[in-house]
């Protein structure tokens, strides 16, 4: 396994930094800012979608790689 990309590090860091704060899920509110056309977004809000949404790249990305790995060690 990747030790670089640890799967279960993903999403640990998901459910908790990804997520936080938690009622409502605040990468939800700033992915609908965005999809409605970014209209008033400062550069603060770039700031805090790209630390909220980190989290969830990384473990997309662990993911991918902990599959494919998977795959290669079954052929």
């Known amino acids: 396994m990747n030790k670089i990309f640890?799967?279960?590090?993903?999403?640990?860091?998901?459910?908790?930094?990804?997520?936080?704060?938690f009622t409502p899920p605040h990468i939800i509110g700033k992915i609908q800012w965005v999809m409605g056309g970014a209209v008033g977004m400062k550069p603060m809000d770039w700031f805090d979608l790209f630390l909220?949404?980190?989290?969830?790249v990384y473990l997309i990305i662990s993911a991918i790689i902990y599959f494919k790995e998977k795959q290669k060690a079954k052929a």
């Open 52 to 56: 909220h949404g980190l989290p969830w």
């Open 6 to 21: 640890d799967v279960r590090l993903g999403l640990m860091a998901s459910l908790t930094l990804g997520l936080a704060p």
